[in-house]
């Protein structure tokens, strides 16, 4: 008889999502004509900029001819995207990282769930709390975490950093040394960031105890602060002990069309094995590249009329974010994030739960948002309102929870 992986087992149902799901249905069938804004889910609605459109559509057409027709794309990424990479985000910004170290993907969830794979089961992971799921879920998969506590929902191998309104939510270096530290800036769901002087020092701490960082960007394209690092390269000695995660989909919209990318720099070696050669081969073996199309439309967003476009979209979730940020301000509460990323955290009135809150928003000014204790245990206490609705929609949520 098969056996299945028992690690699946021990993930706890993920219900964040489905929860919400439930009460708002539950919330329409009873009061049908009331309506429900959303500013939950972390999916944009601007559509693909028209950069974009007319590259999809001047790809799909080399799809038709014989001449033209392109087939298996190289599972590490076309050259023309991995150089317009190479050179847009990293050259431009003086980091060392040349195109062979770049390495397309379909999304920055994926890599953010395979790179674990990577490394030996025994190392110890640190996150940060609040967190991105899936790094956690994934090692989860892989035998990595321990075993699970349900009242203090942590696991008993998981190295948590706090981030909360106490310490800036800019981690502090933990007490126990990890092998492998995921950080995400700026962050998802916090919206807050860490100056390019404190990145510095996690990357000489990484350096210093011999461990990876796994540096999620996905949301660099929000970055308005000088002081802030776009890319961990920027930082010095981060070639020798970072791992960088790219996705388009926040800066460019294509979180139905999919493409991202991971960099691993030829100098980030465990003894004399290159992780570079390790995450080629994962490539190669399970990979068979992002289409061509998509590639073509990823370029697209490297060229000067695309560039333009792009920071238009992103100033208008910004724009979301500024009113959202003010008007709750106004309104009297306490928030975070919203200068450098898309998300605003706020602090529940008079520490209420995060549920609480939620269930108040939603009945009393048809609101959606997400519990921070979804994050994770510091997320209690907290309550995450996304800049990717519609202009109008995003008003209208500001002033219902203002009347309130
Ligand atoms: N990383 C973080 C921190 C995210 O918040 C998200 C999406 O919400 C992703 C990665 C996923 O990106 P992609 O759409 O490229 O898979």
Redesign the pocket.
Known sequence: MFKVNENYLKLPGSYLFSNIGKKVAAYKEANPDKSIISLGI??VTQPLAPEIIKSLHSAVDEMGKAETFHGYAPDLGYEFLRNAIADGDYKSRGCDISADEIFVS???????GNIQEIFSVDNKIAVCDPV?P?YVDTNVMAGRTGTYNPTTETWSDVIYMPCTAENDFVPDFPKEEPDIIYL?FP???TGTTITKAQLQEWVDYANKIGAVIIY?A??EAYISEDDVAHSIYECEGARTCAIE?R????NAG??GT???FTVVPKDLKAGDVALHSLWARRHGTKYNGAPYIIQRAGEACYSEAGKAQLKEQVAFYMNNAKIIKEGLKDAGYTVFGGVNAPYIWLQTPDKMPSWDFFDFLLNKANVVGTPGSGFGPSGEGYFRLTAFGSYENTLEAIERIKAL
């Open positions: 972390g999916d379909d999304g920055a969830k994926c890599d953010s991105y899936v995400c962050n998802n769901p999620d996905a949301y995660l996705s388009f989909s926040k294509f979180t999919r493409l991202g």
